[in-house]
Each structure stands twice: as C-alpha cells, then as structure tokens.
C-alpha cells in the first residue's frame, strides 16, 4: 500500500472540522498535528480527533514534525499569508481558506513562495466545487448560455455580523466583502470562466455597526475574543466589477441591512440562457421562440458538505499529480485585486482601475 500523506492543521477553529473530516475519510492522508494559538481549543480538537502532536506556534510544529506533506491553513485571515508562507517555505503543500489573505500584497508573496519553493497553494473557494457550479459549467462549455455578459449576486444578512475576529480588521481585513462577498465574486468569475478583472466601482457603509442592542437572537456568532471587542469593518458593501471582455458583476456583500429576510442569490445572464443559483436553481432561456423556464434536479443544487469533500479531495489528487488545482493563487491574487480595489474605490469615490 502507498505510504499515507501526513496532514496538519493550521487553526482548529469552526470551519476546520471540514477539513478535518475530510482528510479522516480520505484514503490517501492521515492527521498528524495541529496548531492553534488558543490552547483549549487545541486540546479538545486534538483529543476529538486523535491527534496528539499539539502545538501553540507554527513554526514549532513546522520544525519539530518535519513528516508533515500537507497543511490546512483554517486561521483568522490576519494569519493566512504567514502561516501558509511558513508552510511552504517547510517544504508543504497548503490548501488555504478564503479569503487567501488580508490583501493582494501579501496574497501575492503567498504565490511567490509557492512558486519559490515548487508547492501547491489552493485557495479555499469552495463554491467552486459545488453541483450547481459543475451544471452550469457543463452548460457555459456546450453553448447553452452563449455570451455570459452579466451577473448579479447578493450575500446580505440582516442581523448577522458574528462578532469575534469577524469584526476586527486587524484579524479580518474587512468585514462582510472580504467575508462573504468572496465567495460570489470568486463564483461568479469561475463560470465566467476566470476572466481578469479590469475595473471596479465599490461603495462601503459602516452604519449599523454590530447591531449589539439588537435582542432578537442572531443567527451568526463567532468565538469570544479575549481582547477588546471591537466592530470596525463596514457592515454593507457594493460594487460594479467589470472583467476583460466587457461582463460585468453587481455585487452586494453585508452583515447587516434593515431588509426582510437574509438573502443569498446568485444571477448569470447569457444571450442564450440565464442562470440563477441560490436559493433556486433555474434556467431561464428561449425554445422555439417562445420563453421557457427550466427547473433543474434538486440534486445539482448546492451542498456544503459534498462541495467541501470535493475541495479537499481535489486539493489531494493535485498534491499526487492526479489533477490540476482549481482554485488557484493566481485565483487568490486576482480575488484580492478586486476586493482591495472595492475597498479604495469606497474610499475615494472613485472607478479604481486593476493592474495586471
Ligand atoms: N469556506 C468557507 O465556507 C468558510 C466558512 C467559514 C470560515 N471560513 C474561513 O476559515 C477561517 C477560519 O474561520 P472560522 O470560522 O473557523 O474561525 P474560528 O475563530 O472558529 O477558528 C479560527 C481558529 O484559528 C485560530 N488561530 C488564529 N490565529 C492563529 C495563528 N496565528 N496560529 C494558529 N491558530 C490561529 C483561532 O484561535 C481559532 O481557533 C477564516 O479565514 C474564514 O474566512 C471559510
């Protein structure tokens, strides 16, 4: 049998159990260590899975379990670009969570460290590899949408920043854009087709705070920090990206907006076809001349689960040479052009033009 590859995680927080168990169902890895600053969490993810190499710094683990092949990176975003640039300079493959980093500078020296030291970095865009994003590639690749020229998707919440890291900037970079509007916009440019971004217009809005006064339960909290509990990321973000070749995003990313009810919707128009994900998911499109709406099998729809097995899977395959990584750094580094250039344009009112 070939030997297993050995696995460490960076960050055993929330979002790291997928990761967790999907390394523990894989054939082909197995869990040697994990890394967290908070020792409480580290010992209790530590004893539920097993794993018995325990560290606080990860450059110590890095050091002292020199056996490791692969790293999840599943910290706040404030560690993203050190702990995976650590990790490759180790020599390790890293399957990085989104956002890749707190800006397109450091996104870019994660790239180049990877590139410096011949290793994998996939970003973790796991929207990517969900059911609805294979159909509708299926459908952009046979011609079923045409010219996909324009696309229109929101990620808002009413009462739903989690509080914690999410709405420090010095831990998250940014609020509900750089938390949420991640995955749309990185979606969206995928069944694009990854086009490169051009331009973007972005406004963003920091009125409603972290709506702390509310006494309607939330849906959303995140960890306690033990430090001051700060809200100053901007609780609504939007913006018009334009890519190469002229398509264009509306993009809506929030934690809080007086709306009715949470929303999540996803919209690609095609002078074939248009495509909406989330909640639905429908094609609207012409047969004969005449309007027709197609409603696809509930089992194209999204799952998170499945869609995760599929991220980390892949992420294995191309660690072995049995495929190519889907979401890449150069992925990564594009994402964070835009998300950095919504954040200026917020501030200056101005379009803000992206270099390549
Ligand atoms: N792909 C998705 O759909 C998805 C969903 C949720 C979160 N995320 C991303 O996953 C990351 C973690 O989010 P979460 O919700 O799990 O947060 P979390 O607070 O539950 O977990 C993060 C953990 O990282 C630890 N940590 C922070 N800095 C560290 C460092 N320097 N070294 C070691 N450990 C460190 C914290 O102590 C914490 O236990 C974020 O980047 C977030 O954007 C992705």
Avoid at 140 to 148: F, I, Q
Avoid at 183 to 196: E, K, Q, S
Wanted: glycine letters at 10%; hydrophobic letters at 40%; a negative charge.
């Amino acid at each position: 049998m070939a030997k297993k590859l050995k696995v460490a995680v960076i960050g055993v927080g929330n979002i790291s159990t997928f990761h967790i168990k999907n390394y523990l169902s894989n054939p082909d890895t197995e869990l040697v260590a994990f890394c967290d600053i908070n020792p409480e969490t580290l010992k209790k993810k530590g004893e539920m899975y097993g794993v018995e190499k325990l560290f606080t710094d990860y450059h110590e683990m890095l050091e002292k379990v020199p056996e490791i092949d692969l790293v999840s990176v599943c910290t706040w975003n404030n560690a993203h670009a050190p702990a995976s640039i650590a990790a490759l300079n180790a020599g390790k493959h890293v399957l990085c969570e989104k956002p890749m980093a707190m800006n397109a500078k450091e996104a870019e020296e994660m790239r180049e460290a990877a590139r410096r030291n011949g290793r994998i970095l996939q970003v973790g865009f796991v929207r990517r590899f969900g059911n609805d994003a294979a159909v509708i590639r299926d459908f952009a690749e046979h011609g079923n949408l045409g010219e996909l020229y324009y696309a229109r998707a929101s990620y808002v919440r009413r009462n739903g920043n989690p509080g914690g890291w999410f709405g420090n900037k010095k831990l998250s970079g940014g609020g509900p854009l750089i938390d949420l509007g991640v995955h749309v916009i990185d979606l969206v440019r995928y069944l694009m087709g990854n086009p490169a971004p051009v331009s973007v217009y972005g406004a963003a809005f920091h009125k409603l705070g972290n709506r702390k006064n509310i006494k309607t339960p939330r849906a959303y909290s995140a960890p306690a920090l033990e430090t001051e509990d700060v809200c100053d990321v901007e609780d609504l973000a939007t913006a018009l990206i334009r890519f190469e070749g002229g398509a264009v995003l509306n993009v809506q990313a929030g934690f809080c907006l007086n709306l009715g009810k949470d929303e999540t919707n996803i919209e690609l128009f095609g002078t074939k076809g248009g495509v909406q994900l989330d909640p639905a998911f429908n094609l609207y499109t012409e047969m004969n001349d005449y309007l027709a709406d197609v409603k696809l099998a509930a089992d194209t729809a999204f799952d998170f689960e499945a869609a995760f097995q599929g991220e980390v899977y892949s992420f294995i395959d191309a660690v072995q040479g049995r495929g190519s990584v889907r979401a890449t750094a150069d992925d990564g580094v594009a994402l964070m052009k835009i998300l950095d250039a919504i954040y200026r344009s917020a501030e200056t009112g101005e379009e803000v033009l992206i270099g390549a």
